[in-house]
């Protein structure tokens, strides 16, 4: 194992470098857990602790080490324990909102591209995915949309084109990773020492996509129950896994629900093609709704624009947004 095959780059070495020099060894969170965190580093992979300056000097729970960050460790001495005594800048962090929390919850740090993984079958839920890119798109990586499943579908295609018009920009594939469909495609994504997260619901089939892009079983998969296509959370923790073939995953839990962190900067990230065609309205504040001169429903008019993909932007954003006229 060596640190460039887990993302280690000139930027970071740069980074690194005063650190190195009082003592610091380079590495790579690997795996959190609840007292401890697994660092991969040049030479073995080891358990560490946060020391008591990194903690006190978090300023929020998401500033503590996680999944995917670049740390500098103390060796142990002796009897005592490894310490996480450094976080590097993150280059990206997929943040959300802690369940039942006031708190910002990291999922995974320094990650490229994020497969947002969803299924054709009762699963599927454009909202939900719509949330997803929202938190992507935030975070600084790349969003790519990976339809599972796919045999499933009655109309592969026209699943895809619905998905392609809430998600202008970002790449679809389908794919049916039990059968080892379509996975080629995704390739391209790990190119060049790539980190790709995975994110998406219990059951769409992220172990299984994780077990296949490995080409091990390195996790644990669980059939989906019949009678609502939902699934088991076989994935219980974040972990980030070094591909033989080139490139890192790291595949986190299974959301069952998605709040995002910050919501009201991100309610234009993924509607770009609704807030640009709201420059033309008449009313810099606008809730296209029933304002004269609105842009965005002239374009809904002339069929530009689908008036669901107008319903989901309101829905999602006039609660933050709405403003006195």
């Not at 796919?150 to 619905?162: M, N």
Request: hydrophobic content about 40%; some cysteine.
């Amino acid at each position: 194992m060596t640190l460039n095959a887990l993302g280690w780059c000139e930027r970071h070495r740069a980074e690194f470098a005063a650190h190195a020099a009082e003592g610091l060894l380079a590495g790579r969170v690997v795996g959190e857990h609840r007292s401890h965190y697994r660092v991969a580093t040049e030479t073995a992979e080891l358990t560490a602790g946060a020391t008591g300056r990194v903690r006190n000097t978090a300023a929020q729970r998401s500033d503590l080490p996680g999944v995917g960050d670049f740390v500098g460790v103390r060796l142990a001495v002796g009897d005592g324990a490894s310490t996480i005594e450094v976080v590097l800048p993150r280059t990206t962090a997929l943040i959300r909102k802690a369940s039942g929390e006031r708190q910002p919850q990291l999922l995974a740090a320094n990650v490229d591209v994020v497969f947002i993984v969803t299924a054709a079958d009762s699963d599927l839920n454009l909202p939900r995915i719509e949330r997803y890119l929202a938190l992507v798109r935030e975070s600084g990586a790349a969003p790519v949309i990976v339809l599972n499943k796919a045999d499933l579908a009655e109309d592969v295609d026209e699943t895809i084109r619905e998905i392609a018009a809430i998600a202008p920009g970002a790449p679809v594939h389908a794919i049916s990773a039990r059968g080892r469909e379509g996975i080629e495609a995704l390739e391209q994504y790990f190119a060049r020492s790539k980190t790709v997260g995975f994110i998406g619901s219990s059951g769409v089939g992220k172990s299984t996509l994780t077990n296949e892009m490995l080409g091990r079983a390195a996790q644990a998969t669980q059939e989906v129950r019949a009678h609502d296509s939902r699934g088991r959370h076989t994935t219980t923790h974040r972990q980030l896994f070094l591909r033989s073939q080139g490139g890192c995953i790291i595949d986190t839990p299974g959301m069952r629900g998605l709040e995002l962190w910050n919501a009201a900067e991100n309610a234009g990230n993924d509607f770009d093609d609704i807030e640009g065609l709201a420059t033309g309205c008449k009313f810099r504040n606008c809730r296209h709704d029933s304002e004269p001169g609105c842009a965005v429903r002239a374009a809904v008019g002339r069929g530009d624009l689908e008036a669901k993909r107008l319903a989901s932007y309101v829905k999602f954003s006039s609660p933050l947004r709405a403003s006195p006229r």
